[in-house]
C-alpha cells in the first residue's frame, strides 16, 4: 500500500512541510523615547513605532534623566521619581499589572536592567509607554527611555 506524500520533486522527494519563517539576519539596535518637561504630578504618555522590516527582541532596559542641563557624575546621577507602565499594542498586552517606579525596572547606561526573559515586539506594533511623574516638585527637563535588543530580519 502506497503512502500519500504530497507534490514529489524531480528528485522524487517529498518537500518537508515548511516551518514558518527563517531567520536571515540579527542586527543590535536601540528604540528610544524622549519625554519633555514633566513637571511634578504630571502624566505623560508616548509611543515607539517597530519598525516594517523586522522584529524586535528587547534585551535590556535603560534610561537617562536630566534637571536644568545640570552637570552629572557617575556619583551624582539622577534618579528620577517618575513610574512606567509600558503596553506592547501587537499583543494588547501590558508588561506589568501596574505602574512600576523607573528604576525598578531601567538601568543606568552604565549597567541596563536585563530581562529575565526578552520581549518580542513584532513588527508595525507599537510600545505604548506612560511616565507618571510622582514626585512633590521636581520637573524633569527630559527622560529617555530605551529599549535594547536586536532587530530580527527573517523571509518567507
Do not use: C
Not at 21 to 44: C, K, L, S, W
Not at 124 to 145: C, H
Amino acid at each position: 500500500m502506497a503512502r500519500h506524500l504530497g507534490q514529489i520533486n524531480q528528485a522524487g522527494v517529498a518537500p518537508l512541510p515548511s516551518a514558518g519563517p527563517r531567520v536571515i539576519a540579527e542586527d543590535f539596535y536601540t528604540y528610544n523615547i524622549q519625554f519633555e518637561d514633566i513637571g511634578a504630578g504630571v502624566t505623560q504618555t508616548g509611543f515607539i513605532q517597530i519598525e516594517a522590516d523586522s522584529d524586535f527582541l528587547i534585551q535590556k532596559l535603560a534610561y537617562f534623566s536630566n534637571i536644568q542641563g545640570s552637570a552629572q557624575t557617575f556619583n551624582t546621577i539622577d534618579i528620577p521619581l517618575v513610574t512606567i507602565l509600558i503596553v506592547d499594542t501587537g499583543s494588547g498586552r501590558q508588561i506589568m499589572n501596574n505602574p512600576v517606579p523607573l528604576t525598578s525596572m531601567f538601568g543606568d547606561g552604565r549597567l541596563p536592567y536585563i530581562l529575565p526573559t526578552p520581549k518580542l515586539f513584532v513588527k508595525n506594533s507599537r510600545i505604548n509607554v506612560t511616565l507618571f511623574n510622582f514626585s512633590a516638585g521636581t520637573e524633569y527637563d527630559d527622560v529617555w527611555v530605551n529599549f535594547e535588543g536586536k532587530k530580527i530580519f527573517t523571509s518567507g
